[in-house]
């Protein structure tokens, strides 16, 4: 049995810093992995999905720009498959760097193939059993796919990559992000799109306001919303697929070429052999950790998708600082450090960090709120993109920020304004008192927090 000091188990976002820095320090490191590498981020998330949303974009553009006094001859041609190949070659490009970084590592062994614990201490991989005193769990996750839609072919947001050809129809089951962004992207693409939502809201874990917002713009890009859809199932004849929703008032049909899957995810930790091992796992299916990523055994952490403390690619790294600061840093980083943070790369795009306007009132909390929408922003009505709005809370008794939620032409990018001042321990009158680039977004972010109103 090959013994090292250090296991990691996924390459992930969280895998190939955490098998440099052991590397740096003296670690004699192994690294697995069953797939291929870089994890959800570079294979299914972040980098296809966001090479489509520019293409996406560019379609949107050139169909809708006669206002801005641009216009364009003839059909805009969307080739799905020239769209793929460009993704296909930024993953490629992803691949190449990261084998590189790992295999040029002395100290790093990278090991293709199925973990399996057979104990505390002891992983299988490829018939052959390795060892180590520390074991890093990076594992991931997937789509979860419930039991009704199993006997048809579903797609999901990795099959979904895989499309050569553009829908006419599409079905989209799930009002979050993930089925956001593909349904305004295929939209924009050009087929029908409709998306089926169980809950009464989009984006169910938004504010109200924020909630309406987002389910006008999508109903603007020329998407069916159907909401309150319980009971939905499907089954399949003929290449047809008819998905079947609302029950109670009777049962209603619609038929597509293509069904995606959206209703989330679960951690990639069924097969892993833990029952083998003392690592526990929560209601929701999730390994426990704690505050410093610990697993219940001691010398197990679990880092990224698999411990249910955040499911994005930089949640996933900040997982390695924290791991890396506990093991070689002098400061300690923690979880309970770390304030939410998430974007919906829908056009325009969804920003939030910290708590929203839903969750300071289910605290109790006193606080102030300011808020602005965008067709009061000089610089949205310019870019004549003005839908959504800003909204900053701030806490009544300390002046520091509890949250914002931005919805609006840019907001992925100048959340990071109220990012930077709720790390830095910062009041709301830094931010009101700063003075701004004009014609920004941002600049009104000073304006707004000099005219705050009770929440």
Not at 360 to 384: T, V, Y
Not at 410 to 417: K, N, P, S, V
Request: glycine fraction near 8%; aromatic fraction near 6%.
């Amino acid at each position: 049995m090959r013994k090292f000091d250090a296991i990691i188990i996924g390459t992930g976002q969280a895998g190939p810093p955490l098998a440099a820095s052991l590397a740096k320090n003296g670690f004699k490191t192994a690294i697995i992995e069953k797939g291929e590498l870089g994890g959800t981020c570079v294979n299914t998330g972040c980098t296809p999905t966001k090479a489509y949303v520019a293409s996406a974009r560019r379609a949107f553009v050139a169909k809708n720009s006669s206002e801005h006094g641009i216009s364009f001859e003839g059909n805009i041609k969307v080739d799905l498959q020239k769209i793929k190949v460009r993704k296909d070659k930024l993953i490629a490009d992803s691949h190449a760097g990261l084998e590189k970084m790992l295999e040029k590592e002395e100290n790093i062994s990278l090991i293709r193939g199925k973990a399996v614990f057979a104990n505390n201490n002891t992983i299988e991989v490829n018939g052959e059993k390795i060892s180590a005193e520390k074991i890093f769990i990076n594992v991931g996750g997937r789509p979860r796919v419930p039991e009704d839609f199993k006997s048809v072919n579903y797609l999901t947001n990795r099959t979904m990559l895989e499309l050569e050809k553009v829908p006419e129809e599409l079905v989209i089951v799930g009002g979050g992000y993930v089925g956001l962004e593909f349904g305004q992207m295929f939209s924009r693409f050009g087929s029908r799109v409709t998306i089926l939502e169980r809950g009464s809201q989009l984006m169910k874990k938004e504010d109200d306001d924020i909630s309406e917002a987002i389910t006008q713009i999508i109903k603007d890009s020329g998407i069916n919303v159907l909401l309150n859809s319980n009971c939905i199932k499907a089954n399949q004849a003929n290449g047809v697929i008819e998905v079947e929703y609302d029950c109670e008032e009777g049962v209603k049909k619609i038929k597509t070429s293509q069904l995606l899957l959206a209703v989330g995810r679960v951690p990639n930790i069924d097969d892993l052999g833990l029952e083998n091992t003392g690592i526990k796992t929560d209601d929701r299916g999730f390994i426990q950790v704690n505050d410093q990523l610990e697993t219940s055994v001691p010398h197990i952490w679990a880092l990224g998708d698999c411990n249910g403390e955040g499911a994005f690619t930089h949640t996933s790294y900040n997982d390695f600082q924290i791991v890396n600061s506990q093991l070689f840093e002098e400061r300690k980083r923690k979880l309970s450090d770390r304030f939410p943070s998430y974007a919906a790369f829908i056009d325009p795009p969804l920003a939030r960090v910290g708590l929203n306007e839903k969750q300071i009132r289910e605290k109790g909390i006193k606080a102030r709120l300011a808020e602005m929408p965008m067709n009061k922003i000089a610089r949205a009505k310019e870019k004549g993109e003005t839908a959504g709005k800003l909204k900053i809370f701030i806490d009544a008794e300390t002046d520091k920020i509890l949250g914002a939620t931005f919805l609006g032409t840019g907001a992925d990018e100048h959340i990071h304004t109220i990012i930077d001042q709720m790390y830095a321990g910062a009041t709301y009158r830094v931010i009101r008192d700063a003075v701004h680039i004009h014609p920004t977004v941002s600049e009104l972010l000073p304006t707004m927090l000099e005219n705050l109103k009770d929440l």
